[in-house]
């Protein structure tokens, strides 16, 4: 899972955010005044204390302080996780509207995102124990949200249709076997509509619909996920694992691996050898 970019922050009146996108979750919760989110061709709203947001990945938003001349506080932090099934239910149930600070929801966000970012201020030296609780923490969060999302989906209808769902689902488990299978070495998108008797152009757009990211991008995290365990034999060189991971050498695949963790293959590798530890890769928040 990933976990980054926590922080509270108090701005002056006519504070603006210039628009942006990610490929996580954003949680924003105001404490004090009121915030204004726009959501691209969605729609725009004002929320104050108490109030969060769960904007979901790949939305274009921008934010800004509602008052010319009032301060407002904000907490954020940004998340990912693997389960599709959670991020589908987030996304189509709570994600990119306002959720009322009388909401259970609201009131778990508030207290998960005020403990990350005290957490993340900790003077303590010992930083695996300060990763654990954020780990914990976030964890605990994501059961919680499992707990109220039930009821949630029976008041609210879902953005996509029951074979929109389907077919991603489809999607999905093709691309995982695909990945997880070492013979097939290597395999494209279209391979995966065309199994399934669909375009790629109306694949790519039900499943960032239902999911929230990319194929292309759900395929990146596959490989990624592979990497590490194929990583993890040391009977397999690294051009071994490059080979089964469909890349087309070892050079190319430690390209990508760096860009996946910010580290080496080998250098990963290194570190498998040593006690298994949380740890923080390139100090971008992504917690192992």
Known sequence: ????????????????????????????????????????????????????????????????????????????????????????????????????????????????????????????????????????????????????????????????????????RDMATLIEEHVDNIENHSFSFSDICQTLNISTGYGHRIFKKVYGITPLHFIEEQKYRKAKLLLGYFEYSIEDVAFMTGAGNSSIFSKQFKKWSGITPSTYRKQLTKKRRVRSISQSGYFE
Request: hydrophobic share 40%; glycine share 4%.
């Open 1 to 168: 899972m990933y976990v980054f970019g926590g922080h509270l922050h108090t701005v002056a009146g006519n504070w603006r955010f210039f628009e942006q996108k990610h490929q996580a979750f954003e949680l924003m919760c105001v404490l004090k005044g009121r915030q204004t989110t726009d959501i691209k061709g969605l729609a725009t709203y004002t929320y104050g204390p108490g109030a969060a947001m769960i904007i979901s990945p790949g939305t274009l938003h921008t934010n800004k302080n509602a008052s010319a001349s009032e301060d407002m506080t904000y907490i954020c932090f940004h998340f990912n996780i693997e389960s599709l099934r959670l991020k589908s239910e987030i996304i189509s149930t709570i994600a990119n509207t306002v959720i009322p600070a009388t909401d259970a929801i609201a009131k778990i966000s508030l207290k998960t995102a005020t403990k990350i970012v005290e957490l993340s201020k900790s003077q303590s030296v010992d930083k695996l124990k300060i990763n654990l609780k954020i780990q914990i923490t976030l964890l605990n969060y994501l059961y919680q949200l499992t707990e109220e999302l039930s009821q949630h989906q029976q008041n609210k209808r879902r953005h996509f249709s029951d074979r929109e769902a389907k077919v991603s």
